[in-house]
């Protein structure tokens, strides 16, 4: 009987994320486990069996795109220009983030302490992933010394949950990334 229980496990298991990729997608972080338990023919307790928390589930739904933005920076690891690869990354991640309903929410800040059971994979991962663009262009000179990869993913995070409701918030998304890039000081005037 126990390989049977583990078989209808690994079978929920994956209704469960199918259906919450998709109310996600939908509805967004806020998406109803409830709904999902219903969509799925599961209990909620099964839900919350498998997602004790909504960012459990928010980080299983998350986690292609994430793994897909990692394989990103090893992409990039390589670039000439160290700047130009930390920011083609982090429009990456800002562009993702606004596509993939639930991907900032599974990436912002959620008051846990940093040794917490419930750190924030996703968040970690990405770190991992961009701590070596971020090290060549500080290493450059491109990037002050004590940004951190988690500083970007916050300034990331916040721009695409400050334009989510905006009519066109890939574009505002952008300009705001860009706009927190460059500064708000003038350059000084060729001379």
Known sequence: MPDRQRADAVRNYARILAVAEDEVATHGAGASLEQIAR?????????RRHFPTRRALLEAVSRKRIDALCGRARDLADTADSRDAL???MDDVVAYCVSARGLAAALAYDGAEPESVHENSCSAALENAGDPLLGRA????????????????????GVVLATEHHPDPADR???????????????????
Request: cysteine-free; aromatic content about 4%.
């Open 39 to 47: 969509t799925a023919g599961v209990g909620s307790a099964t839900v």
């Open 87 to 89: 920011l083609t990354w």
């Open 138 to 157: 500080v290493e450059d000179g491109a990037v002050p010394a004590g940004v951190t990869v988690s500083d970007l993913i916050a300034l990331a995070v």
């Open 173 to 191: 998304a952008d300009r705001l990334f860009r706009l927190a890039v460059a500064g708000l000081s003038p350059r000084p005037a060729a001379g």
